[in-house]
């Protein structure tokens, strides 16, 4: 009932501000702000959708699904979701032939994998989707091998980070959930792995669905990103790698 009721009354509240639509779940009206962090007062404006709680990493990765499988037959063939996202399930259940879940952490998933080393054989999957699962793993180039050995010959990964910098900015150390800050020179790394890495950047769509980060650092707007990806007075794009084995 309350899921049901929170995108009217959600639209109702806040009639003053913008509106979208989610291709996830065909609501439309605005967004909820996400706050980031405290100190400072980092703010992602116009993020999550009150209807399927989609923000734009997953409606940036709807609409690849929509464009992607359009051509790339999914009907007959096996995809693993990693770090399963709840408001995408659904679609990739109907579109594939099997589909199974995995992670290391998160409860009612299908596999229990530790994404550095799965324990799936070679070739086992068609597709993977994961979504800010290399931010926080020890061994990402590990991970990426790992993607790569477990999907067949025609097979993609898509791959999907907060891209925020040029370069990978690596901790040492784990701080809470995260290794690293990961880059846009990780697009070299996925390279190495696969054979064809191709970029998909938020503005490829319309943007009436709002894929763009919107950043807000105390009330005022942050675009200090790298400028392939910054959009001025706003924030950055959202970015995701298309890996083809």
């Known amino acids: 009932m309350k899921r049901a009721v929170r995108p009217s009354f959600y639209r109702l509240v806040h009639r003053s501000k913008a509106v979208y639509e989610c291709p996830i779940c065909d609501y439309r009206g605005p967004f909820k702000d ?27 990765l709807s609409l690849m699904i929509e464009e992607m499988f359009a051509s790339w ?3 007959t063939k096996r995809i ?27 409860p009612g998933v299908d596999f229990k994998e530790d ?14 989707i994961i979504s800010h699962v290399m931010t926080s793993v020890p061994d990402m180039e590990a991970s990426v091998g790992e993607l790569r ?25 784990q701080r809470g959930d995260f290794w690293r800050e990961v880059g846009l020179n990780a697009f070299e790394l996925f390279g190495k792995h696969f054979s064809q ?9 319309d943007q009436k669905f709002q894929l763009n980060n919107r950043i807000q650092v105390n009330g005022r707007p942050d675009d200090d990103y790298p400028k392939r990806l910054r959009v001025d007075n706003v924030g950055y794009k959202t970015i995701a790698a298309v890996c083809h084995v």
């Open 34 to 60: 996400k706050r980031v962090t405290n100190r400072p007062a980092t703010v992602r404006c116009d993020s999550k959708c009150p209807g399927c709680t989609g923000t734009e990493r997953h409606r940036m």
């Open 80 to 106: 693993l979701h990693f770090a399963p996202e709840p408001c995408l399930q659904p679609r990739l259940q109907k579109l594939f032939a099997s589909y199974s879940t995995a992670d290391l952490f998160m």
């Open 149 to 173: 050995r477990i999907l067949a010959p025609g097979g993609i990964a898509i791959i999907a980070e907060a891209f925020a910098c040029e370069a990978t900015h690596e901790y040492g150390e």
């Open 197 to 205: 890495v191709e970029p998909f950047l938020s503005d490829r769509y």
């Open 73 to 75: 037959n999914p009907s």
């Open 115 to 128: 994404i550095q080393k799965m324990s799936f054989a070679d070739a086992s999957f068609d597709c993977v």
